[in-house]
T-cell receptor, first 113, second 113 residues
Framework: DAKTTQPPSMDCAEGRAANLPCNHS???????VYWYRQIHSQGPQYIIH???NNETNEMASLIITEDRKSSTLILPHATLRDTAVYYC??????????????FGKGTSLLVTP | ETGVTQSPTHLIKTRGQQVTLRCSSQ?????VSWYQQALGQGPQFIFQ???????GRGNFPPRFSGLQFPNYSSELNVNALELDDSALYLC????????????FGDGTRLSIL
C-alpha cells in the first residue's frame, strides 16, 4: 500500500472549516484514499473515500488533486465533537490476497471554542 | 442495520495466560479484520478472515490466532500473553471484493499485569 504523510496536529476554531491535508505521492492508479477518525476510547469511524473524483457526504468533502498525489479532507463547519485523530489511508482495491488499512499516526485535530 | 460489536469491553489478564476476544460483524459483511492499537499509536493490522480462513496477516507471531464462524462472527485468541500485548484490540467488518470501507467496533481494552 502507498504511504501517506499527514501533519501531526492542527487547530481549528469552532464553526470554521477544517482542512486536513494528506500526501500520498506513491499512490497507484487503482488505489483508493480513505479517511477515518478516532475519538478517544472509541473505534475508528469511517468518514469518506474516493479514487480520483472529489466526493462529498453528510460528514465531509474529499478533494483529490488531479495527479492524485495528495488530498484534503474538509469538515465545512467544525464543532467541538470533531476533535479527534484523523487518519488518511491508501489501500489497494480488489486485492485477491486480502488487504489491510495502514493507519499511520494521523493528524490530531483540536477544535476550539 | 446492526454495527460491529465486540466483547468484552475490558479485560485484565496476567503474563502467560491465554485470552479470547469476540466480534460480531455488521449485517451483510463477510470479512473480518483484527487490529491492535497500542497507547498513542495507530491501529496495526493483525490478520483478516474470509470464508472461515485466514486471508492476510500482519507482522504478528503465531501465538495470535483467530477463527471465523459461518455467521461471519470472529474470535481473536492470544496465547502466552506478554506485557506488550496490553492494547486496544479492534475488529472491523467489510464486504469482500468491494471498495466499501471497513467498519470498526469500539474494541476490547486488554491489560496485562
Amino acid at each position: 500500500d502507498a504511504k501517506t504523510t499527514q501533519p501531526p496536529s492542527m487547530d481549528c476554531a469552532e464553526g470554521r472549516a477544517a482542512n486536513l491535508p494528506c500526501n500520498h505521492s506513491t499512490i497507484s492508479g487503482n488505489e483508493y484514499v480513505y479517511w477515518y477518525r478516532q475519538i478517544h476510547s472509541q473505534g475508528p469511524q469511517y468518514i469518506i473515500h474516493g479514487l480520483k473524483n472529489n466526493e462529498t457526504n453528510e460528514m465531509a468533502s474529499l478533494i483529490i488533486t488531479e495527479d492524485r498525489k495528495s488530498s484534503t479532507l474538509i469538515l465545512p463547519h467544525a464543532t467541538l465533537r470533531d476533535t479527534a485523530v484523523y487518519y488518511c489511508i491508501v489501500r489497494v482495491a480488489h486485492s485477491n490476497s486480502g488487504y489491510a488499512l495502514n493507519f499511520g499516526k494521523g493528524t490530531s485535530l483540536l477544535v476550539t471554542p | 442495520e446492526t454495527g460491529v460489536t465486540q466483547s468484552p469491553t475490558h479485560l485484565i489478564k496476567t503474563r502467560g495466560q491465554q485470552v479470547t476476544l469476540r466480534c460480531s460483524s455488521q449485517s451483510g459483511h463477510n470479512t473480518v479484520s483484527w487490529y491492535q492499537q497500542a497507547l498513542g499509536q495507530g491501529p496495526q493490522f493483525i490478520f483478516q478472515y474470509y470464508r472461515e480462513e485466514e486471508n492476510g496477516r500482519g507482522n504478528f507471531p503465531p501465538r495470535f490466532s483467530g477463527l471465523q464462524f459461518p455467521n461471519y462472527s470472529s474470535e481473536l485468541n492470544v496465547n502466552a500473553l506478554e506485557l506488550d500485548d496490553s492494547a486496544l484490540y479492534l475488529c472491523a467488518s467489510s464486504l469482500r471484493d468491494s471498495n466499501q470501507p471497513q467498519h470498526f467496533g469500539d474494541g476490547t481494552r486488554l491489560s496485562i499485569l
